[in-house]
């Protein structure tokens, strides 16, 4: 079972940047493909990215188009969330959240398709 730490979040200024960072333990992280998502309070959880686990197929929510990138290093068995020009909407808790996956090009952000998450990490946009 991979388990899933995230770090990377804070307190940022409207229009700022920031890079999470989803560190994967216990299993082979290039089995997996990754998922980012993020809940704000009182609302439901919506997936933001994927990425497959070849990191040939990459997938974005709409509204993150353009602003928000996803990468991975099997070899430092991290993914990352390069986040920019963020606003007062992106305040929220943000996770990663794994799915083993034959096809090396499957990707989804659909939340009850991933099994394994982590405990998330606080992105406050603030000025």
């Known amino acids: 079972q991979l388990q899933l730490v995230e770090s990377g979040g804070g307190l940022v200024q409207p229009g700022g940047s920031l890079r999470l960072s989803c560190a994967a333990s216990g299993s082979t992280l290039a089995f997996y493909a990754i998922g980012w998502f993020r809940q704000a309070p009182g609302k439901e959880r919506e997936g933001l990215s994927c990425?497959?686990?070849?990191?040939?197929?990459?997938s974005y929510l709409d509204s993150v188009k353009g602003r928000f990138s996803i990468s991975r290093d099997n070899a430092k068995t991290t993914v990352y969330l390069q986040m920019n020009n963020l606003s007062l909407e992106d305040t929220a808790v943000y996770y990663c959240?794994?799915?083993?996956?034959?096809?090396?090009?499957?990707?989804?952000?659909?939340?009850?398709?991933?099994?394994?998450w982590g405990q998330g990490t606080q992105v406050t946009v603030s000025s």
């Open positions: 959240a794994a799915r083993r996956s034959i096809a090396r090009t499957w990707c989804s952000n659909t939340g009850t398709l991933f099994g394994s």
């Open positions: 990425i497959s686990s070849a990191g040939s197929s990459t």
